[in-house]
T-cell receptor, first 107, second 114 residues
Framework: DAKTTQPPSMDCAEGRAANLPCNHS???????VYWYRQIHSQGPQYIIH???NNETNEMASLIITEDRKSSTLILPHATLRDTAVYYC????????FGAGTTVTVRA | NAGVTQTPKFQVLKTGQSMTLQCAQD?????MYWYRQDPGMGLRLIYY???????DKGEVPNGYNVSRLNKREFSLRLESAAPSQTSVYFC?????????????FGPGTRLTVL
């Protein structure tokens, strides 16, 4: 069963903010929201995670709705190197990656 | 620090052959994981080791065995390879097996079973 729903693809202009949505309506109270990305066929790279509060680090911001049923990953100033597949995952440590969102940053 | 390393990078097997995929981490992490990624799909957890001396099944364990050799090393064995096991295999590690821990991934092993 899919625990998250993401759009299959999206485009973004270089230098603009990229907002990636994720629905996780069946999330349980103690499950985290994680975001990873995968560039080409490399190993996935951790971006950010959160439980209830919004989070920000040097790579991105994570906005989680109050009911925790959806979240948005924000890349504040997208660059060409941010072109990748982005995965939204809910759980603890036994992660299950869905198909993700293919983000293409265009010059 | 090399992070998470995997060997080999590529492998071609014939149906019925066996092989072991090696994974090592130098970050003193307690927990290690094996995932597989089929073409066009996300990663699925095969086995994990929450701490040295323990291993547990993940989402797709059939056809695989694992060994947590020591704190650094976690190997994945295919006893009798099948074409359905053609995939890219990723090893990962994290400080602890618990919510809120970042997993660090290796570069992957690309396996083809003919």
């Amino acid at each position: 069963d899919a625990k998250t729903t993401q759009p299959p693809s999206m485009d973004c202009a270089e230098g603009r903010a990229a907002n990636l949505p994720c629905n996780h309506s069946t999330i349980s109270g103690n499950e985290y929201v994680y975001w990873y990305r995968q560039i080409h066929s490399q190993g996935p790279q951790y971006i950010i995670h959160g439980l209830k509060n919004n989070e920000t680090n040097e790579m991105a911001s994570l906005i989680i709705t109050e009911d925790r049923k959806s979240s948005t990953l924000i890349l504040p100033h997208a660059t060409l190197r941010d072109t990748a597949v982005y995965y939204c995952i809910v759980g603890h440590y036994k992660l299950s990656f869905g198909a993700g969102t293919t983000v293409t940053v265009r010059a | 620090n090399a992070g998470v390393t995997q060997t080999p990078k590529f492998q071609v097997l014939k149906t019925g052959q066996s092989m072991t995929l090696q994974c090592a981490q130098d970050m003193n992490h307690n927990s290690m994981y094996w995932y597989r990624q089929d073409p066009g799909m996300g990663l699925r957890l095969i086995y994990y080791s929450a701490s040295e001396g323990t291993t547990d099944k993940g989402e797709v364990p059939n056809g695989y065995n694992v060994s947590r050799l020591n704190k650094r090393e976690f190997s994945l064995r295919l006893e009798s390879a099948a074409p359905s096991q053609t995939s890219v295999y990723f090893c990962a590690s994290s400080p602890l097996a618990g919510g809120g821990n970042e997993q660090f991934f290796g570069p992957g092993t690309r396996l083809t079973v003919l």
